[in-house]
């Protein structure tokens, strides 16, 4: 099911296809038209005899609203044939295939019900030769010379997102033109320029939430085409509109042209899928800017809201193809390397703000801003700059650290990647960059916490791990929340029995080894190829002692583990500077030059090749030792004897007093 309120009716009515082939990128749901059978190879064709007298349309988008997949649309169709020519019969069908078009999707095949004279038939099933349109549902329908019958279609469609497109075309396919055309169009809303942004043919009129059409004599030349808000979009920016344009307060103007956008305003305009893309206009793009440039004008220059609606307008409007996907065109094969420096303007409008934002609103802008900025760092392979942006986020990070930034809005450029543009078999084979991702240890209790702190093209290809219990351990990996979002591995080992203990520390590693010697062939297999560096040395430091978990050295050196990084990285240049004296002498330069840069990363390694224990803050340095019965006892005698001392001590000075 899809989101009720991001509709896309795509009426599927008898054969769509006249006898010269049509786009598939213009092509929905069609209107009736007869079709040949052969075997299994269907096709329309020009109707000599049959003429199409009267068609009555219906599509109702339905009132419900909810989640991303809810909702359904009612499509009712009424077509009165008539036979001008002699006794024949002929077959009708609906190409539901058509349905697969980007950002359309399946009707309810098995909600299809058609009557002929009222009378209702059970449609036959085929799929096609060319399988193009499949499926396919038709039936025959008998004509008399001079004979008029009625057909009735009607079924559910799962809607789609903000379009509706209907082919009359096809109306064209019976004899003459269509006599009586009429079309009703029911939205969940009453519509208005606010949330209808295009209609095509003309010649239909508005009538509270109704698009009505009606024709005589038409000959089909264009198409419907509408474009209009999905629901819950809909109902998410109409109360700040009406509360903005009542009251022209700046910042409700700020609230309202803040609501069009995602809660990461930076991110593609819209719900999944992304409605925006579907416009065949950019109608909408050209109300949204309106708004937020009305929104700009009532602001204070320099304030922080005028700062964070200027960055929004530097996302989405700097070219005109930025539009609905934002700072997410830093994703798309592109042959110009200025867009990957787009976040620069957004990033310079905030000023010094960087440093130190007024609000904790700003301060989450600012953060998104630097997470673009790191990714657009290393599109440009200059991991350099993409760690001082970092630095940067865990600053604002520390300074705010209550704004809420889930893992998965940005689109992290994966650490295999090495250039978008090229298109060859030479990839790196191994990727020798792990190595230098040291992480810090952590004992707390009978847990042990492993902090890797990442780029974000590293996590890009790092999956969380639920809680995994197998055999005496458990396993548990997780993204940060916050910056520096480190990527977390907790390890619980048995501690009641030192024998389990040691057995559980051999089978984890054991089977860390085995999925990292093929990590494709599992799942989730490139985190465990990833924690195998350096879990089962951090393993290997840690022993049990009296039912606790014991750090045996502080820090343990890594220096061969990073060294042998080094090398396979210099293989890897020694193999790509090869494919420089061929064809690809332009791709390995590329490469070569990715590689370099992020040495930086191994030159931090080379300096720090230790991976550093420590106890949790909440519990002492080191696990505390059991005090032996004995003593607590012996210390408690001593206690009392003191007592008894003293006591006869004081008695007997007085009796003394007393006999004196």
Known sequence: MKKRALLLIILVLLFSFATSPVSMSKIAYADAAPVFLGGVNICPYNENNISLKREDLLIKISEKSGTYDEGDAYVDAKFVFTNTGDKETIKMGFPFGLAKKRGFNQPYLSTAKVKINGKEIIPKHIMSESGEFDPWIYF???????????????????????????????????????????????FPYNLSNFNLFRVKPEGYAIKGNKILYRFTNYEPQ??????????????????????????????????????????????????????????????????????LNKAIELQKPGSVNYKILEAIHAA??????????????????????????LPNKALNIFGSDVESPQNELEASIIARTLEYEIYASVKQNNFEKALKYFDMLQNVA?????????????????????NPNFNSNLRLTVLPFKECFIPSVKIKNNTIYAYYTLPCSETAILKELRTQIIKDYVLQTKFDSAPPYSFVATIILPTNNKEKFTEAKREFTKKLGKIASAPDEYDAGKTYEFLNIYIPKILENISLENGKLKINNECINCT??????????????DKISAFGKGPDGNLAENLLIYLKKNEDYFKYAQENPKICFAYESTDTSAPKKSIPLTVILGGIIGILLLIIVVFAVKYGKTQRSKLT
């Open 398 to 418: 520390n300074k705010f650290p209550n704004f809420s930034k889930p893992h998965n809005e940005i689109s992290p450029i994966p650490s295999n990647e090495i």
């Open 140 to 186: 025959n329908v008998s004509f008399e010379k001079g004979e008029t019958k009625t057909v009735e279609v009607s079924y559910n469609i799962i809607p789609a997102y903000g379009m509706l497109l209907y082919i009359l075309k096809t109306g064209a396919l019976w004899k003459g033109p269509i006599g009586i055309l009429n079309i009703e169009i029911d």
């Open 560 to 573: 061969d583990t990073v060294q042998a990084g080094l090398k396979r990285l210099k293989a890897e240049e």
């Open 316 to 341: 989405h409007f700097t070219t005109n193809k930025q539009f609905d996907k934002g700072y997410d065109i830093l994703s798309d094969i592109c042959e110009n390397s200025i867009d990957w420096y």
């Open 222 to 291: 264009s198409n419907i085409e509408i474009e209009f808000l999905p629901l819950d979009f809909y109902e998410k920016v109409a109360p700040p509109k009406a509360k903005a344009e009542k009251t022209n307060n700046p910042d409700d103007w700020f609230n309202y042209a803040f609501a069009l956008f995602s809660q990461n305003p930076f991110n593609p305009l819209g719900f999944m899928p992304r409605f925006v893309s579907y416009y065949q206009t950019n109608k909408f793009g050209e109300y949204t800017e309106s708004v």
